[in-house]
């Protein structure tokens, strides 16, 4: 069944489209059904990695000309459609020896070395490559792809950004199938691990199941990436009733919705997840699309989405564990980036601080905005749940998931044990980028 679902989000990123044009119009109609359930977005995201399939024929360099008064490269491509460069840029960006070095695709050239206001004295195209002679007689020479994908036109920089950071999202509700892998697979196939990783960005929520029924299984999971986070409850935790808890999670009491971690100004970006031991009764997991809650909060509540975006909340966790803590932080319930799109939850209501840094007249409003907030995400239709056996693992978001759990019967001959361990979307992206290449490398 897995592998029905994984077709569904991980092959339009093997069958790569190949335009641009395309590409903005399934965004455009992926946007209008992105708040529908799972199953009504197939094609949300589809563009994805598309603009580093552009076939080679459409990128021959037709003509090239400076334009010294603009102080622009124009490229003009047998496939009809043109670029322009800005003079400094290139210049910048010069791939030979003496400005980059090779061994690390690293600049070489230094700022106080780069005329920025240099002119270019010539230009000339054979076998598909640019060769621009500066003032000073040094050339350069780009190739014709490596110049298309760095085109400056909305459209070219939208579908690089989306190739680099996997931003499509889909949003989901109560009706999701978590996407299910198998533990093994993923371990040893790069193809598996590479659609398990795109299914985590695009869904934000994986299942692995077949892992053994013992400690040391997110560590592993987490060395096929790279390397897992260290925090104040060390590079694995155990999440089990425990007596003198230093953490709400650490009791068999109910769990409301929350993020993990707002404490830290930089929150985990994922979490692992694996069960060791259920309990007998109870102990549910439940699991709520923060991205998606925020949009809904946007349309049917914008004043309480302008608020949660804008006033910032103290949080605050102090104990000992790994060693002593003494945190405190400040955020944003909900962080949008530069373009207004929604990129973090940072919500536990736990580890939400007395202290609230806001003028008198602002709590009752941010009280009032964070509770429709937590309702959207509280009704049935929103909430997936499942339930977790021994061996089974979870992945997740924890910068756009909010995850909950029902309280369950501790008994002392079945203790509950969940082994968990973050990493941070900067590593999980790394591989997921290099896996890509190797997968199409081989295939
Ligand atoms: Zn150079």
Same mark, same amino acid.
């Given at each position: 069944m897995w592998r029905s679902t994984f077709a569904r989000l991980a092959?339009?990123?093997?069958?790569?489209?190949?335009?641009? %044009?395309?590409?903005?119009?399934? =965004?455009?109609?992926? @946007?209008?059904?992105?708040?529908? $359930?799972?199953?009504?977005?197939?094609l949300h995201g589809q563009q994805t990695l598309g603009s580093a399939s552009l076939p080679v024929a459409s990128q021959s360099v037709r003509h090239a000309q400076a334009l010294d008064e603009e102080r622009l490269l124009e490229v003009k491509w047998v496939d009809g $459609? &043109?670029?322009?460069?800005? /003079?400094?840029?290139? @210049?910048?960006n010069c791939q030979c020896p003496m400005c980059t070095l090779q061994s690390a695709q690293a600049r070489k050239l230094l700022m106080s070395d780069l005329d920025v206001h240099t002119g270019v004295e010539d230009v000339e195209v054979t076998n598909d490559k640019v060769t621009i002679v500066w003032p000073d007689q040094h050339s350069s020479v780009f190739d014709a792809e490596w110049l298309k994908k760095r085109c400056f036109s909305p459209a070219a920089r939208q579908a690089m950004?989306?190739?680099? /950071?996997? #931003?499509?999202?889909?949003?989901?509700d109560s009706n999701l199938h978590i996407p299910t892998a198998d533990y093994?697979?993923?371990? &040893?196939?790069?193809?598996?691990?590479?659609?398990?990783?795109? !299914?985590?960005?695009?869904?934000g929520i994986v299942y692995l199941r077949g892992a053994s029924a013992e400690q040391g299984q997110v560590a592993r999971?987490?060395? @096929? *990436?790279g390397y897992l986070r260290l925090t104040f409850y060390g590079h694995t935790w155990q999440v089990q009733d425990k007596c003198m808890a230093n953490n709400v999670a650490y009791t068999s009491g109910r769990l409301s919705h929350h993020t993990d971690y707002p404490a830290l100004h930089f929150a985990p970006g994922v979490q692992f997840l694996h069960c060791i031991n259920q309990a007998v009764e109870g102990g549910e997991s439940e699991v709520v699309d923060g991205f998606h809650m925020a949009e809904l909060l946007q349309r049917e509540?914008?004043? !309480? /989405?302008q608020i949660l975006t804008s006033l910032h909340v103290d949080f605050t966790d102090t104990g000992t564990d790994y060693c002593d803590f003494m945190l405190q932080s400040k955020k944003c319930i909900i962080d949008v980036d530069n373009k207004s799109r929604v990129v =973090? *939850? #940072?919500? #536990? #209501? !736990?580890? @939400?601080?007395? %202290?609230l840094?806001?003028?008198? &007249?602002?709590?009752?409003? /941010?009280?009032?905005a964070l509770k429709a907030y937590v309702d959207l995400m509280s009704r049935p239709e929103n909430v997936v749940t499942y339930r977790m056996e021994p061996g089974d693992l979870v992945t997740f978001d924890n910068w756009r998931l909010l995850h909950g759990r029902r309280s369950y019967v501790s008994r002392p001959d079945r203790l509950r044990h969940l082994e968990g361990a973050y990493l941070d979307w900067d590593e999980v992206m790394s591989r997921l980028r290099i896996l890509r290449t190797s997968v199409h490398e081989n295939t």
């Amino acid at each position: 069944m897995w592998r029905s679902t994984f077709a569904r989000l991980a092959l339009p990123f093997l069958e790569r489209k190949t335009s641009a %044009v395309a590409c903005q119009a399934l =965004r455009a109609s992926a @946007r209008q059904g992105q708040a529908a $359930g799972l199953t009504s977005v197939p094609l949300h995201g589809q563009q994805t990695l598309g603009s580093a399939s552009l076939p080679v024929a459409s990128q021959s360099v037709r003509h090239a000309q400076a334009l010294d008064e603009e102080r622009l490269l124009e490229v003009k491509w047998v496939d009809g $459609g &043109h670029s322009l460069y800005p /003079f400094t840029w290139l @210049r910048d960006n010069c791939q030979c020896p003496m400005c980059t070095l090779q061994s690390a695709q690293a600049r070489k050239l230094l700022m106080s070395d780069l005329d920025v206001h240099t002119g270019v004295e010539d230009v000339e195209v054979t076998n598909d490559k640019v060769t621009i002679v500066w003032p000073d007689q040094h050339s350069s020479v780009f190739d014709a792809e490596w110049l298309k994908k760095r085109c400056f036109s909305p459209a070219a920089r939208q579908a690089m950004q989306e190739e680099y /950071f996997l #931003n499509e999202r889909y949003y989901w509700d109560s009706n999701l199938h978590i996407p299910t892998a198998d533990y093994q697979e993923v371990l &040893h196939d790069d193809k598996a691990a590479l659609s398990w990783l795109l !299914a985590l960005r695009r869904v934000g929520i994986v299942y692995l199941r077949g892992a053994s029924a013992e400690q040391g299984q997110v560590a592993r999971l987490a060395e @096929r *990436i790279g390397y897992l986070r260290l925090t104040f409850y060390g590079h694995t935790w155990q999440v089990q009733d425990k007596c003198m808890a230093n953490n709400v999670a650490y009791t068999s009491g109910r769990l409301s919705h929350h993020t993990d971690y707002p404490a830290l100004h930089f929150a985990p970006g994922v979490q692992f997840l694996h069960c060791i031991n259920q309990a007998v009764e109870g102990g549910e997991s439940e699991v709520v699309d923060g991205f998606h809650m925020a949009e809904l909060l946007q349309r049917e509540d914008p004043e !309480a /989405f302008q608020i949660l975006t804008s006033l910032h909340v103290d949080f605050t966790d102090t104990g000992t564990d790994y060693c002593d803590f003494m945190l405190q932080s400040k955020k944003c319930i909900i962080d949008v980036d530069n373009k207004s799109r929604v990129v =973090r *939850i #940072n919500y #536990n #209501n !736990a580890t @939400r601080d007395s %202290v609230l840094d806001l003028p008198l &007249h602002q709590v009752q409003p /941010f009280y009032r905005a964070l509770k429709a907030y937590v309702d959207l995400m509280s009704r049935p239709e929103n909430v997936v749940t499942y339930r977790m056996e021994p061996g089974d693992l979870v992945t997740f978001d924890n910068w756009r998931l909010l995850h909950g759990r029902r309280s369950y019967v501790s008994r002392p001959d079945r203790l509950r044990h969940l082994e968990g361990a973050y990493l941070d979307w900067d590593e999980v992206m790394s591989r997921l980028r290099i896996l890509r290449t190797s997968v199409h490398e081989n295939t």
